[in-house]
T-cell receptor, first 115, second 113 residues
């Protein structure tokens, strides 16, 4: 009965590789987000999609490409991984139509380590 | 642009003692305010939120927070902490539903026996 799930939970890879992180929500929400948490625990928005349409793109390098095949999924593909990409990536979702439209629900995070 | 400042990066506290975590924000418009908790190696869990109305909001696990518009603050309190409250606490603001959350830098609470 997981609300927002992410795969994989851990990802260790070499510099220069391409990798993807997947996110799925079963809450019926229409808006999904990717946040990055750096080594100092600082959290920052990367992208947001509403009904599969990109609505927020916070000056993230174009090596990062989000893709939303449907409202319940938002995947993050990263090309040519760099050491500085090591972080925890959190997916979140919310619904503009619900009484709790202001609240974002977070997934468990994907811990990416680039060697 | 909005910003959030959490004044304390770490707060050590003894078990059963009270704790207050400070949060100040800056925004040119009205905001929604949130506190999230992150337990070690886990995701973010919503503790409580302020949207409108009563300035004192109660959340889960015995936490409460008070919105002070004149001081642009949203401090989090718990009258008696448990060992299990050891975690990172994040204050966040949003200017509208569906908009991004802007987070503070986090406050690490370490509860000692």
């Amino acid at each position: 009965d997981t609300a927002v799930s992410q795969t994989p939970k851990y990802l260790v890879t070499q510099m220069g590789n391409d990798k993807s992180i997947k996110c799925e929500q079963n809450l019926g929400h229409d808006t999904m987000y990717w946040y990055k948490q750096d080594s100092k625990k600082f959290l920052k928005i990367m992208f947001s999609y509403n009904n599969k349409e990109l609505i927020i793109n916070e000056t993230v390098p174009n090596r990062f490409s989000p893709k939303s095949p449907d409202k319940a999924h938002l995947n993050l593909h990263i090309n040519s991984l760099e050491l500085g990409d090591s972080a925890v990536y959190f997916c979140a979702s919310s619904s503009r139509d619900s009484p709790e439209k202001e609240t974002q629900y977070f997934g468990p995070g994907t811990r990416l380590l680039v060697l | 642009a909005q910003s959030v400042t959490q004044l304390d990066s770490q707060v050590p506290v003894f078990e059963e003692a009270p704790v207050e975590l400070r949060c100040n924000y800056s925004s040119s418009v009205s905001v929604y305010l949130f506190w999230y908790v992150q337990y070690p190696n886990q995701g973010l869990q919503l503790l409580l939120k302020y949207l409108s109305g009563s300035t004192l909001v109660k959340g889960i696990n015995g936490f409460e927070a008070e919105f002070n518009k004149s001081q642009t603050s949203f401090h989090l309190r718990k009258p008696s902490v448990h060992i299990s409250d050891t975690a990172e606490y994040f204050c966040a603001v949003s200017e509208a539903a569906g908009n991004k959350l802007t987070f503070g830098g986090g406050t690490r609470v370490l509860v000692k026996p």
